[in-house]
């Protein structure tokens, strides 16, 4: 069975940083991109940042500049460093990977269970 578990949320005051990191349990799949989406209250959950198997990234122009992902593909794990937080950062923050099972044809996406980052002005 595969799960996402996500780490690093928390308070922070504006300007300040934190580092979130999302790692995929279980063994023997393949994982190709992975993303980071964001929703607040009231608000559609919208995308953060996506980085491909190869390394190419992308943003979204709210946190072009302040954020950035990474990935470990040997620990399968992905990171994203979220500097110069603004109060209108504070969402639950969610990873997703797509995932191809042993046997399996195609990629699947599956989600972490979110974790809550509050910026305080």
């Known amino acids: 069975q595969v799960q996402l578990v996500e780490s690093g949320g928390g308070l922070v005051q504006a300007g300040g940083s934190l580092r979130l990191s999302c790692a995929a349990s279980?063994?023997?799949?393949?994982?190709?991109?992975m993303a980071w989406y964001r929703q607040a209250p009231g608000k559609q959950r919208e995308l953060v940042a996506q980085?491909?198997?190869?390394?190419?990234?992308n943003y979204a122009d709210s946190v072009k500049g302040r954020f950035t992902i990474s990935r470990d593909n040997a620990r399968q794990t992905m990171y994203m460093q979220m500097d110069s937080l603004k109060p209108e950062d504070t969402a639950v923050y969610y990873c997703?990977?797509?995932?191809?099972?042993?046997?399996?044809?195609?990629?699947?996406?599956?989600w972490g269970q979110g974790t809550q980052v509050t910026v305080s002005s």
């Open positions: 997703t990977f797509a995932i191809r099972k042993p046997l399996n044809l195609n990629y699947r996406d599956y």
């Open positions: 980085i491909t198997r190869d390394g190419i990234t």
């Open positions: 279980g063994s023997a799949f393949s994982i190709n991109a």
